[in-house]
């Protein structure tokens, strides 16, 4: 069983950038696909981000060219690198396998203020 823990959140301006990283617990995290996922208030959690094996990357329409994910497969960690934040980006955010997650972490909460 994978145990993630995310964090990097916090409160930025738009315009601003953070970068969140999530460390994966257990040997599987090297052989699967990882994924950035995001909940707002009240609404469904829904996929940001994915990368397949070290460089096969999937963005939503949403953050395409300005959020970049990555991995290192020896620290077992994925990152996303948020540039040009906006509010809509308001969320908590969550690592997890992809494209079928397993038990969820408590994410890192990231505000964006106008």
């Known amino acids: 069983q994978v145990q993630l823990a995310e964090s990097g959140g916090g409160w930025v301006q738009a315009g601003g950038s953070l970068s969140l990283s999530c460390a994966a617990s257990g040997s599987v995290f090297s052989s699967n696909a990882m994924g950035w996922y995001r909940q707002a208030p009240g609404k469904a959690r829904n996929l940001v981000a994915s990368i397949i094996g070290d460089s096969t990357t999937y963005y939503v329409p949403s953050v395409e060219g300005r959020f970049t994910i990555s991995r290192d497969n020896a620290r077992n960690t994925v990152y996303l690198q948020m540039n040009g934040l906006k509010p809509e980006d308001t969320a908590v955010y969550y690592c997890?396998?992809?494209?079928?997650?397993?038990?969820w972490g408590q994410g890192t909460q990231v505000t964006v203020s106008s």
């Open positions: 997890n396998t992809y494209p079928v997650p397993t038990n």
